[in-house]
């Protein structure tokens, strides 16, 4: 089959065949109809967010199932699937106390490139090549870890919704189930790429009545209008923090923040009001330190990390599906390219370049 292989650190993907090995036990092998090219790719592609290489970079998919190996169930060759990040594994501590975005198991998918026994499935010649959060879905075929797939209705596009793979679940759960957003408040979004677009929709159907989104790109502060911001800032234009407080008076009630930068994480916490929370959502280098103002948590300001939304995959997932069905969920419009394979590493200078806000492999 062909995937695109990610060699060193800093170099292209080189599209190429692969060997894929038959599902294990607890595993199901599925054909990738479409997989979104996310952000936290291009992270592990730069060595921010490091694993084993060869890899096959890809985790935001839509596919159908293929087979599956001893002991699955759920599934049956045909079903619709939804890739997740976590494996969910249901045995670790965090899965029992229904945490599965922190499934302890996720190190060996997201850490080491593996599956859950430790071992690969994709294979070139003699050499293992890694697989990116157990998915590897920049391929024509993936193997997967069971827990890390949802079960969907066959009535909805897989090339649209496999963006609820990754970005969508990310943003709109940290609005939903980390912040959980109340009605009638204020939220700024810091980024208006796949996930801080996902945020703002997340932040109209919680309710909100103010919804600042700011970016240096006009298209993206455009798009982020027609999907449910009632506001847009460019960040070159002035002090961030002082224009968000001129539209709010006191400063909003939650602040997201989906670039993956300290400096973006302090800028929301500063544009809070008395007692409002700030979300860190972008993955920022993880030795990277964050400085805020100590002022800030005499007025109870607080700031919380969001992993994966909070998402219990299982309960949100169908749920996203379904306000996708019900036109509540915007996701066509995030899509501004679509692309073949071969074609992956220009998706990531549309990214670098800020053009767009959300390319999708299709495959054929």
């Known amino acids: 089959m062909k995937a695109a292989v990610l060699e060193a650190i800093d170099a292209p993907l080189r599209v190429e065949e692969l060997e894929l090995d038959e599902p294990k036990s607890g595993e199901v092998r599925i054909r990738i109809v479409a997989c979104g090219v996310c952000h936290s790719d291009y992270s592990y592609m730069k060595g921010i967010l490091r694993m084993p290489l060869p890899a096959v970079p890809g985790h935001e998919a839509g596919g159908v199932v293929e087979a599956v190996g001893p002991g699955v169930q759920g599934f049956a060759p045909g079903d619709h699937v939804i890739g997740v990040l976590t494996p969910n594994c249901g045995v670790c501590d965090m899965c029992r106390e229904n945490k599965p975005f922190l499934c302890i198991k996720m190190m060996a998918t997201m850490g080491n490139g593996t599956m859950l026994d430790g071992t690969t499935r994709l294979h070139r010649g003699g050499t293992h090549v890694h697989h990116l959060c157990g998915i590897a879905a920049f391929a024509e075929h993936a193997v997967v870890p069971a827990g890390s797939l949802v079960k969907i209705e066959k009535d909805v596009p897989l090339e649209t919704v496999c963006l609820i793979g990754c970005g969508v679940t990310t943003g709109v759960g940290a ?3 980390t912040a959980q957003v109340k009605p009638d408040t204020t939220v700024a979004v810091l ?5 801080g677009l996902s945020i703002v929709q997340g932040a109209r159907i919680a309710g909100a009545r103010t919804i600042i989104a700011v970016d240096p790109v006009a298209a993206k502060r455009e798009l982020a209008q027609t999907l449910g911001a009632t506001h847009a800032i460019d960040p070159a234009a002035g002090d961030v923090a002082k224009a968000v ?3 709010t008076g006191l400063g909003v009630h939650y602040a997201f923040e989906a670039i993956g930068r300290v400096d973006t994480i302090a800028l929301c916490y500063a544009m809070l ?7 860190a959502v972008g993955v920022a280098p993880p030795a990277d330190e964050v400085r805020l103002r100590a002022g800030g948590l005499l007025q ?3 700031l919380i990390g969001s992993a994966y939304g909070s998402a219990v995959p299982s309960r949100d997932i169908p749920l996203y599906v379904d306000l996708y069905r019900r036109g509540e969920l915007k996701l066509d419009q995030m899509i501004t390219h679509r692309i073949a394979l071969d074609q992956v590493n220009d998706a990531f200078e549309t990214m670098v370049h800020g053009q767009g806000a959300r390319s999708v ?3 054929g």
């Open 191 to 195: 980024g208006c790429g796949g996930v």
């Open 245 to 247: 407080k001129k539209i």
């Open 273 to 279: 009001r008395p007692t409002g929370l700030a979300v």
């Open 175 to 177: 609005v939903l189930n």
């Open 361 to 363: 492999i299709v495959f």
């Open 300 to 302: 109870q300001k607080a």
